[in-house]
């Protein structure tokens, strides 16, 4: 169980890393330039996403997608509370500066590529046949194979 929560701490700690990496380079290297710090954003919810994508395929190999998913919005809700509430604070702005019109579609886009990510992970895991599940049911047929006939006699 401990090891679950340090997984989920972990991949927290990097999902709100990129975030604070993605506004260090908005506030120093483009302070004043709104469609560049756009760019560099949308490159932030990507990456997330890949990171998601990439943390979905390699879990669902090795586990049930219940115990997988749940550890995966653990860390996407911490990271997210941290991404919004904290994040502005690093470089000095309030959270709620924007208004809530800003606050709101924060948590919309996070959540959007972080659901992406995970799907899009998920999908070509079991597009691949690696998944947890189908590799169940592959031992599943290859033990009923293995097995001789039983042969009925009257």
């Not at 679950?4 to 975030?19: D, E, H, Q, S």
């Not at 908005?26 to 890949?50: C, E, N, Q």
């Amino acid at each position: 169980m401990r090891d679950r929560w340090r997984v989920i701490g972990a991949l927290a700690a990097a999902l709100f890393a990129v975030n604070v990496a993605a506004r260090l380079v908005i506030k120093f290297a483009f302070p004043d330039d709104d469609p560049t710090a756009d760019r560099v954003s949308l490159v932030m919810f990507l990456v997330i996403g890949l990171i998601l994508a990439g943390v979905a395929f390699r879990r669902g190999t090795t586990r049930p997608l219940a115990e997988w998913s749940t550890d995966l919005a653990a860390a996407v809700g911490v990271a997210l509370a941290l991404t919004v509430l904290v994040g502005p604070l690093l470089v000095g702005d309030n959270p709620f500066g924007g208004g809530a019109g800003l606050f709101f579609a924060q948590i919309w886009l996070y959540l959007a590529a972080a659901l992406a990510g995970v799907a899009i992970g998920y999908l070509l895991l079991t597009a691949l046949g690696r998944d947890y599940r189908s590799q169940q049911l592959k031992r599943y047929a290859e033990i009923k194979a293995a097995k001789p006939r039983r042969v009925v006699r009257r």
